[in-house]
């Protein structure tokens, strides 16, 4: 028997602002910083934006790393579909992990991606749960 999907759901579309820092552009006219809140059980869904995708950007095959989890809070990611403007879907720039919000602890997480060259660009940020935001 499997677990339901969370009812809560945290959108992160990972973007670069004009000093080429990572931010979260779900309001696009209001990037803010990479918060993930970890208060309760989730879906967490990250897409590259628009602009990294025109720009030729994709997340690796393994899009995600958790460290020192052992797959207690973190889901495995599953591909979702995504489009942009109602053309053809854009290959591996969006994914989706649960939070179990089982185990109280400070992790840090990879996202890894490639830039139009295909150079491999990792981005590390640490969460810590328990207290529901990044330190």
């Known amino acids: 028997m499997t677990e339901p999907s969370p009812g809560k759901v945290v959108e992160i579309v990972l973007g670069l602002d004009e000093r080429y820092s990572f931010m979260n552009f779900i309001d696009p006219l209001r990037p803010k910083r990479l918060l993930l809140d970890l208060s309760e059980r989730c879906e967490l869904v990250f897409t590259l934006s628009d602009q990294l995708i025109n720009a030729g950007w994709s997340f690796q095959r393994r899009p995600i790393e958790i ?5 207690v809070n973190f889901s495995s990611y599953v591909w979702m579909p995504y489009s942009i403007d109602g053309g053809d879907l854009a290959h591996r720039s969006r994914f989706k992990i649960i939070y179990e919000d089982q185990r109280m602890g400070e992790y840090t997480y990879s996202l890894l991606m490639l ?9 590390d940020p640490d969460i810590e749960n328990g207290a529901g935001h990044v330190p």
Not at 67 to 71: K, L, N, S
């Open 115 to 123: 830039d139009s060259r295909g150079q491999r660009i990792c981005l």
């Open 67 to 71: 460290q020192r989890d052992f797959g």
